[in-house]
């Protein structure tokens, strides 16, 4: 069967949650500890955290599903949720923000962190969106060459809190209009 990319039923709420606690620590650079991964997960990360992006229209969660299994999944903001600061740099409005594109180890490389940006490029050209902005972690080189292959452009900084540590992450604008 084949990868499908859908909208998240609010009764996924927790199956999404489960699968941002198996991914997110792919994107943590090697200096943030076990307990502040842990800690960041029971602070974002719930399903309670989920069922709130799923209920507000301001939010939409995408999934990658095959064969019943979740294999990964986009968390996108729009409206005043998605706005970007202006010090980062951001120069496309309206922007909506892509916050999270996950996706399990087993799956990298298989064409299914395409198959959710281009679902999140399409959710915010839907949106009236002239383009989406994201911030990755500094570290996390793949998912930056990821970003610039697919045409986002670096614009700025932003500090991101993990742990009590800040972590001065790259942002990324992608011109979607």
């Avoid at 198996?22 to 029971?42: K, N, Q, S, V, W």
């Avoid at 969660?61 to 729009?78: H, N, P, Q, S, T």
């Amino acid at each position: 069967m084949a990868v499908t990319v859908r909208f998240a039923r609010q009764d996924e709420a927790e199956a999404v949650a489960a699968l941002a606690t198996d991914t997110f620590p792919l994107a943590c650079p090697p200096t943030l500890g076990p307990d502040d991964i842990r800690d960041y997960i029971a602070t974002h990360l719930t399903g309670a955290h989920f069922a709130e992006h799923l209920a507000s229209d301001q939010r939409e969660v995408l999934v990658a599903e095959e064969d019943g299994e979740l294999l990964g999944y986009v968390l996108l903001f729009f409206g005043p949720d998605g706005e970007p600061s202006a010090e980062l740099g951001v120069t496309l409005a309206p922007a909506g923000l892509l916050s999270k594109l996950y996706v399990r180890p087993g799956h990298h490389g298989a064409g299914v962190s395409r198959l959710l940006m281009d679902a999140a490029i399409e959710r915010g050209r839907v949106r009236g969106c002239d383009g989406l902005w994201l911030n990755v972690n500094y570290a996390n080189l793949r998912a930056q060459r990821f970003y610039e292959k697919s045409g986002w452009v670096r614009v700025g900084y932003v500090d991101f809190v993990v742990g009590g540590a800040v972590h001065r992450d790259p942002v990324y604008q992608l011109s979607i209009s």
